[in-house]
């Protein structure tokens, strides 16, 4: 019985700062029916209150509690550990990391999307502390997104290349890893499967959710290809938020 239901963001409840057609309803719809959310996102181009302030621009009553972002789960595995890590991540994101920023000592290699700071000089010295046994941890190894229209590279090429250079596994805290789908779960006190994941990465949130033993869909917006659902056997597919949450969610 479904008793949860996680949300991506961008692709899924708006495009490009406007909402898609028909999420805002869909989001109230599940509030009506006492469904708990979480929103899963792995953008790491902001922090979780900019997304928070974005989302109620657009008419989405959602707290930001609700809001589960890659960035805060690298803040808490860094701070629990205690390392001092250098940060390649994107400028709108450093007031969240201000306190990690600058450290003497590097120790640990933290990457998000960092948008035009994935130049020579950053990516050289994340690639020399990497060699000398730091860490890399990873909001995320997306491929791309989808802005303006078209698709954009993500931070994932990044970081194959890195690990490429380096020889070493990226650690990733942002979807798909099991974990963090488990610590939106239980925030919720619900277990997998009775929760259901809906989103446009067939990647990210489709097969990480299954993986981590939830129900998926995939919805036809966004990132979405024609095709992508082949990756996904055993995920649900619809044209968008609005026919998943009419179609699935009772």
Not at 19 to 40: E, I, S
Not at 45 to 62: D, N, T
Not at 97 to 104: E, G, K, S, V, W
Not at 199 to 207: I, L
């Amino acid at each position: 019985m479904l008793q949860a239901v996680l949300l991506d963001i961008s692709g899924v409840l708006h495009e490009d700062g406007q909402p898609l057609p028909g999420a805002v309803a869909a989001v109230r719809t599940l509030q009506d029916k006492g469904y708990p959310l979480r929103l899963l996102t792995n953008t790491s181009r902001q922090g979780r209150s900019a997304i928070h302030r974005k989302l109620a621009g657009m008419g989405f009553e959602v707290g930001v509690e609700q809001i589960f972002s890659a960035p805060q789960a690298v803040l808490r595995h860094v701070r629990e550990r205690m390392l001092r890590p250098y940060c390649l991540i994107h400028p709108d994101l450093e007031e969240e990391f201000a306190d990690l920023l600058d450290q003497p000592e590097p120790d640990a290699v933290v990457l998000g999307d960092a948008g035009s700071r994935f130049d020579y000089p950053h990516l050289d010295r994340a690639f020399q502390l990497l060699v000398e046994g730091a860490p890399l941890i990873c909001m995320g190894d997306n491929r791309y997104f989808h802005s303006a229209g078209a698709l954009h590279l993500d931070a994932g090429p990044f970081v194959r290349a890195l690990e490429y250079a380096a020889g070493c596994t990226a650690r990733v805290l942002g979807k798909p890893d099991k974990a963090f789908f488990a610590a939106a779960l239980n925030d919720l006190g619900v277990a997998a499967g009775n929760a259901l994941m809906i989103g446009d990465d067939v990647v990210a949130d489709v097969r990480g959710a299954l993986d981590a033993g939830l129900h998926a869909c995939l919805v036809r917006t966004g990132k979405y290809r024609p095709g992508d659902e082949q990756q996904a056997p055993g995920a649900w597919l619809a044209a968008d938020l609005a026919e998943a949450v009419a179609r699935h969610c009772p």
